[in-house]
């Protein structure tokens, strides 16, 4: 697939998209349409992890513990100020200086890729446990009690810029989420086709040789981990305006599970497998929950090993090496002369190949 076939379909990808996000109010059910504004959210987190770990190659399992703060963020600005435009701000500046605190020990300590696993991994459980012994009226900011196990109730919506008085509706809500699931799609494809994304691939195929050409690759991986860990705050934000709600399960290690679920079934190393693998196990999920004859738990299992075992690359690789496959055959047929015929004698040699 050559460079312009492959961005002529990535922009019909997005317009797509964007068509989608207008018209999807028009032709579901309220219910519906909030599920929806929560997969987009969902989506955002998965993006945030997709980036870091198939661009950068850094596998966090605790990216909950950016999206937590994210969300905390938020709720504690949205309380203080009852204005949802600092709050959103906030929610993507406090876990990045929190990413750019952490990863500088982790990666300017050369500490190996499976301990950053386990690094961020404890650190969700730290934060888990923190806000989870915060239920007293001396855990508070300002005005906002950050109300220990019980969670923070009641949360100030999104409004309308600088405008806390004009509180957006949930179609509206669902315009702003959705945006910006495509505007951070659109964010991180440009940055992957800058300089910076082509260093960042480079430092995930072989950091000693970028490192021979002149680049620091604990700098790269550290800006690669800043941007992810703004990116899942961004997505806490979001999951906060859905459920005006935010409560110490957001570091659950279920979540971190589930979101490199969502990510290997995707398709690791893009950008739209772990929007796919969020929407479609999210999705999932959701239908089962209706129901009692299946555990949800148990089928997220199962799905994982038969994409493991079947479709190791994950839904959307697959799906592109399909296309190039059949791309080359049609192009090979057209290759042939006119009325060539390729019936094979029982030697083996093809009639009409010469």
């Known amino acids: 697939m050559n460079g312009p076939v492959k961005l002529t379909l990535q922009a019909l990808a ?5 068509v ?38 850094i596998l966090s399992f605790g990216q909950t513990a950016f999206f937590g703060l994210g969300a905390y963020a938020y709720a504690v600005t949205a309380i203080n100020f009852q204005d949802s435009t600092p709050a959103i701000l906030l929610a993507v ?10 990863g500088y020990f982790v990666f300017y300590g050369r500490i190996s890729d499976v301990y950053l696993g386990v690094i961020t991994l404890t650190v969700t459980l730290i934060l888990f446990n923190v806000f989870n012994s915060t239920a007293g ?18 949360v100030p919506t999104f409004n309308m810029p600088f405008d806390p008085s004009s509180i957006l509706f949930p179609e509206q809500s669902w315009y702003v989420t959705g945006g910006a699931l495509i505007a951070v799609y659109l964010g991180l494809r440009l940055l992957l086709r800058s300089s910076f994304g082509r260093v960042a691939i480079a430092v995930r195929e072989n950091e000693t040789r970028a490192a021979l050409l002149g680049y620091d690759p604990r700098l790269v991986k550290l800006l690669v981990f800043v941007v992810g860990g703004g990116v899942a705050g961004l997505a806490g934000a979001l999951y906060v305006n859905w459920g005006a ?15 490199i679920i969502w990510i290997c079934i995707g398709g690791l190393g893009t950008l739209i497998g772990p929007i796919v693998g969020c929407f479609l196990i999210e999705y999932l999920v959701s239908q089962i929950g209706t129901q009692q004859a299946f555990n949800a738990n148990l089928v997220l299992g199962a799905i994982l090993v ?37 019936h094979a004698l029982p030697g083996g040699h093809p009639v009409g190949a010469e």
């Open 14 to 18: 997005i317009l797509a998209a964007c």
């Open 93 to 102: 500046l406090v876990p990045a200086l929190f990413a750019l605190a952490l």
């Open 137 to 154: 009226d001396a855990y508070a900011i300002g005005s906002a009690r950050l109300g220990g196990f019980n969670g923070m109730p009641a």
């Open 245 to 259: 709600f935010v409560g110490p399960t957001i570091f659950a290690l279920s979540l971190s599970a589930e979101i």
């Open 306 to 342: 038969v994409f493991v075992l079947l479709l190791p690359k994950g839904l959307v690789p697959t799906v592109r090496d399909l296309l190039l496959a059949a791309g080359r055959l049609a192009r090979e047929r057209n290759r042939r002369p006119a009325g060539e015929e390729t």
């Open 20 to 57: 989608a996000v207008a018209v999807m109010p028009s032709y579901v059910d309220l219910f519906q349409l909030m599920q929806f504004t929560l997969f987009c959210s969902m989506a955002v987190l998965a993006l945030s992890l997709g980036f870091i770990w198939g661009f950068g190659g």
